[in-house]
């Protein structure tokens, strides 16, 4: 049993290789402090990131999730970070309908050079994913009976 006192979110976060990452390891190399929670996966676009990765990921216990990609216009793809905002206007209204927090599931925009934006953006997931609390809606439980 977790302390609530004691309890950390765990944050998937889905970055453009292109820029979001990229700002992600220059917030490292720069020595910006940001929380440990979370737990990166790299994709080719933030438009590639599926839905149901999203979905997924609340599933299999994340507390929030995190997608980020270049600036609308900056785009390596031309229009995949487009194709992404409408994506992800759709999931957040599919999320509310199932009843999850909006705060569980966030989207940015940092460049390769926003290695303090990426350390804020961060903080900021993770403080309105402590208000919350932990995820407990679509958290798939296992039997005790196995």
């Known amino acids: 049993m977790v302390n609530e006192n004691q309890w950390e979110p765990k944050i998937v976060a889905f ?8 700002g992600a390891d220059l917030a490292g190399v720069s020595r910006i402090q940001y929380p440990p929670n979370v737990r990166v996966i ?5 438009g590639a990131v599926n839905p149901l990765y999203i979905l997924r990921a609340l599933r299999e216990g994340a507390d929030g ?4 990609g270049c ?3 900056d ?8 194709f992404a905002r409408r994506k992800f206007f759709l999931l957040k209204e599919l999320l509310n309908w199932l009843g999850v927090e909006e705060e569980r599931v966030q989207f940015s925009w940092v460049s390769a050079s926003e290695g303090q934006r990426f350390a804020q953006v961060v903080q900021d997931v993770v403080e309105s994913v402590k208000r919350i609390g932990p995820s407990k809606k679509m ?6 009976h196995v």
């Open 15 to 22: 970055l453009c290789h292109w820029c979001s990452y990229a």
């Open 42 to 46: 790299r994709v080719p676009c933030s």
């Open 65 to 68: 999730v995190l997608v980020s």
């Open 71 to 73: 600036h609308p216009g």
């Open 75 to 82: 785009c390596h793809y031309f229009s995949g970070n487009y």
């Open 139 to 144: 958290v798939k439980e296992f039997s005790s």
